[in-house]
């Protein structure tokens, strides 16, 4: 599976930005997929998650009520909707595909390019 993340840009505190992630290769479907990111001279931390049926979803508590994950299994796509961007959201934005139920960054088997989000305050 290849992924490719799309949808990073500069945007003031209080905006919004939606982040795409294509997928390549076969078996999309079976994945878990999930969101990453990683903020200068900080470690990679878990974003939100996405379980195959669609219908699960996890989030990191620091940006409950404010991301909302989803996927497009016939588009072989997963996305971020982001709103009420904080300055501390500002990180490389990565997605990756599971084939586990989990949201440790090392039980992910791919991963795409980041993106980059900036929030200004």
């Known amino acids: 599976v290849q992924l490719q993340a799309s949808g990073g840009g500069l945007v003031q505190a209080g905006g919004s930005l939606r982040l795409s992630c294509a997928a390549s290769?076969?078996?999309?479907?079976?994945?878990?997929l999930g969101w990453f990111r990683q903020a200068p001279g900080k470690e990679r931390e878990f974003v939100a998650s996405?379980?195959?049926?669609?219908?699960?979803?996890d989030y990191a508590d620091s940006v409950k009520g404010r991301f909302t994950i989803s996927r497009d299994n016939a588009k072989n796509t997963v996305y971020l909707q982001m709103n009420s961007l904080k300055p501390e959201d500002t990180a490389d934005y990565y997605c990756?595909?599971?084939?586990?139920?989990?949201?440790?960054?090392?039980?992910?088997?791919?991963w795409g390019q980041g993106t980059l989000v900036t929030v200004s305050s």
């Open positions: 990756a595909a599971s084939r586990l139920d989990s949201n440790l960054p090392n039980e992910y088997d791919y």
């Open positions: 290769g076969r078996a999309f479907a079976t994945y878990r």
């Open positions: 996405i379980r195959r049926s669609a219908i699960t979803t």
